[in-house]
């Protein structure tokens, strides 16, 4: 089956740190990946998405991430995170199904001390 | 409010009650899916709707679950005989269109079933 291994299950880190989380994919198809982010207390939201195109993507806070095929991997970065990003991170992929049928991975669990 | 709207935010009910979870979408979204989260694991896709049917439903864990949408705007997912396994963070999503739509999350509704 499909799967997807965030290999980082907690993270900590200072502020002004730079930030790189794990993701591989077990896809060999044709695949459409995700970053949500979860901060504390609220909900699951978009981070940075790739389809096609760049394999660099560039998302909202000033994460990014690269999708690199040959790895089967989409590592998301920060070069210099805030107390703010102190959240749950989650790394995702659709099938291409024509819809949001997601496969998510298990989640890392940042915390940034300021 | 513009966001996805989840009732209860939080049930506790006893093994072999019957429950039911409701998901007001944004307006206008005409896709809607279903998530379960179970602790210290990332979302799993549960079903899609798009408008008033099922689309997908291979998530659905067994025949105790069952979802409808009847006029293509709030669902209800229905749990019959509860068991202590079912408890989890069930999340509800909707997107503007089906395919390469960004899902927007709801905050969740977190059942216990003693």
């Known amino acids: 089956a499909q799967s997807v291994s965030q290999h980082n299950h907690h993270v900590i880190l200072s502020e002004a740190a730079s930030l790189e989380l794990g993701c591989n994919y077990s896809y060999g198809g044709t695949v459409n990946l995700f970053w949500y982010v979860q901060y504390p207390g609220q909900h699951l939201q978009l981070l940075l998405k790739?389809?096609?195109?760049?394999?660099l993507v560039k998302g909202i806070k000033g994460f990014e991430a690269e999708f690199i095929k040959s790895k089967f991997s989409f590592n998301l970065r920060k070069p210099s995170v805030q107390w703010s990003d102190t959240a749950e991170y989650f790394c995702a992929v659709n099938l291409n199904t024509g819809f949001q049928k997601l496969v998510f991975g298990t989640g890392t669990r940042l915390l940034v001390s300021p | 409010g513009a966001g996805v709207s989840q009732t209860p935010s939080n049930k506790v009910t006893e093994k072999g009650k019957y429950v039911e979870l409701r998901c007001d979408p944004i307006?206008?979204?005409?896709?809607l899916y279903w998530y379960r989260q179970s602790l210290g694991q990332g979302p799993e896709f549960l079903i899609y709707f798009q408008g008033t049917g099922a689309a997908d439903d291979s998530g659905l864990p067994n025949d105790r679950f069952f979802a409808v949408r009847p006029e293509g705007s709030v669902s209800t997912l229905k749990i019959q005989r509860t068991e202590r396994g079912d408890s989890a963070v069930y999340l509800c999503?909707?997107?503007?269109?089906?395919?390469?739509?960004?899902?927007?999350f709801g905050e969740g509704s977190r059942l216990t079933v003693l």
């Open positions: 307006s206008g979204h005409t896709a």
């Open positions: 790739y389809f096609s195109g760049d394999p």
């Open positions: 999503a909707s997107s503007s269109t089906g395919g390469t739509g960004e899902l927007f």
